[in-house]
T-cell receptor, first 112, second 110 residues
């Protein structure tokens, strides 16, 4: 059981470039989440999914898109990266809404 | 978004000392969670609380769900060097997402 994995671990982008972050979980969880973590801000929810084929906006969704084509994968896309999107991104999954969330190791993204 | 105030922001303690940190909110939460994050890693769940007044222990860790449902505290007894890290509280409103506190950074001096 790998749990929750994220790729890549690190990435540097130039302003305006696009990229996709991949999250995969092998626990057959229904719910998946994307958070960003900034100094002094804690974790903030970007988007989440309550099952395959569904997505919903979280607290800070602007500038991001997501897709959940397969139950085990949750993709986070940045269409036109901005320096304000420099952050550490964490993916998490849970069996159901009220269950413990298991986190991945994070992706550190820098936008120049 | 919901504001979770976590205090203290940072702590420096001697090995063997007890630690206490808390989390407060102006909103009533149905669930409180406490996570620990090591450098370069994702948060790992320590304790989950589901009922007002609930007191739960996990080894040297004890957490309580406040009676008003607007706060929670976490205690660590007899701290050891591996307790170093950032501790986050997270609260869940009814049928809604989890909101995270800003974290308490713990340093244990051997």
């Amino acid at each position: 059981n790998a749990g929750v994995t994220q790729t890549p671990k690190f990435r540097v982008l130039k302003t305006g470039q696009s990229m996709t972050l991949l999250c995969a979980q092998d626990m057959n969880h229904e719910y998946m989440y994307w958070y960003r973590q900034d100094p002094g801000m804690g974790l903030r929810l970007i988007h989440y999914s309550v099952g395959e084929g569904t997505t919903a906006k979280g607290e800070v969704p602007d500038g991001y898109n997501v897709s959940r084509l397969k139950k085990q994968n949750f993709l986070l896309g940045l269409e036109s990266a901005a320096p304000s999107q420099t952050s550490v991104y964490f993916c998490a999954s849970s069996l159901f809404r009220d269950n413990e969330q298991f986190f991945g190791p994070g992706t550190r993204l820098t936008v120049l | 978004g919901q504001q979770l105030n976590q205090s203290p922001q940072s702590m420096f303690i001697q090995e063997g000392e007890d630690v206490s940190m808390n989390c407060t909110s102006s909103s009533i939460f149905n669930t409180w969670l406490w996570y620990k994050q090591d450098p370069g890693e994702g948060p790992v769940l320590l304790i989950a609380l589901y009922k007002a007044g609930e007191l739960t222990s996990n080894g040297r860790l004890t957490a309580q769900f406040g009676i008003t449902r607007k706060d929670s505290f976490l205690n660590i007894s007899a701290s050891i060097p591996s307790d170093v890290g950032i501790y986050f509280c997270a609260g869940q409103l009814s049928g809604n997402q989890f909101y995270f506190g800003t974290g308490t950074s713990l340093t244990v001096i051997p």
